[in-house]
């Protein structure tokens, strides 16, 4: 555990000088909030990581201050890249978080309102692991929003209506705007969120139309 948070980052900006990245501390106080603590250069590529030290375990809710979450949200919608037509390529920022356990990094991909992440955005950082490995395989996130896509809205529909499994007839084309809608959603689990509304909907308006 750490004493104070300066005391944090200056152990994970030695590990990170160990391992051969470049760091610049950023101190933007008022002029830009929300902006993270931390610009790194390694393996060719750049991040953004914010600090959080946290002397109780475990680390449920994390203390980002008003701005902070709102600043990742924005990173990551304004890197969205076309590598093709049809896919994507979306970049994320993090939270660095030390706790009694150790080091833990939480990849921005969402806003949690409750300040609490999900699990599958949190990689706990082992002894001999190295931090940049971590940054580098799990920044980004290359999205095909064409591929399955029909075949995402039949399952989804499968699994909400089981008693009607097979009785319903479903044309995309009438869901285009709702479709398109989804497929611009700027990460993966906002577009898989926008595919479960409509699919919701297709059987919603199937059991109107039964009971009838």
């Known amino acids: ?7 944090f980052v200056h152990y994970v900006a030695n590990k990170l000088s160990k391992e051969g990245a ?3 501390r950023i101190e933007t ?3 830009a909030r929300g902006v993270p ?5 390694a393996n060719g590529d750049d991040y953004w990581i914010e600090f959080k030290n946290c002397k109780y375990e475990p680390v449920v809710e994390i203390p980002w201050r008003n701005g902070q979450q709102s600043w990742a949200h924005k990173y990551c919608k304004h890197t969205l890249q076309h590598i093709t037509s049809d896919m994507y390529r979306l970049k994320y920022s993090w939270t660095c978080v030390g706790s009694p356990s150790g080091v833990t990094l939480i990849r921005m991909n969402k806003i ?3 300040r609490r992440p999900d699990p599958s955005a949190i990689y706990k950082v082992g002894k001999h692991d190295k931090i940049t490995d971590i940054l580098l395989a799990h920044s980004y996130d290359v999205i095909d929003y064409n591929h399955d896509t029909y075949e995402e809205l039949a399952e989804y529909i499968c699994l909400m209506s089981p ?4 009785e319903i007839d479903f044309y995309p084309e009438d869901y285009k705007e709702d479709i398109d809608y989804a497929k611009s959603a700027y990460n ?4 898989r969120h926008g595919i479960r509304d409509i699919a919701w909907g297709v059987v919603r ?8």
Do not use: P
């Open 1 to 7: 555990m750490w004493e104070t948070e300066s005391k």
């Open 188 to 191: 993966l689990d906002a577009y």
């Open 37 to 41: 603590d931390m610009y790194v250069q």
């Open 163 to 166: 008693l009607y499994a097979g």
């Open 205 to 212: 308006n199937h059991i109107d139309n039964v009971q009838k």
């Open 29 to 31: 106080g008022s002029t």
């Open 22 to 24: 470049f760091m610049m």
């Open 112 to 114: 949690w309102e409750d």
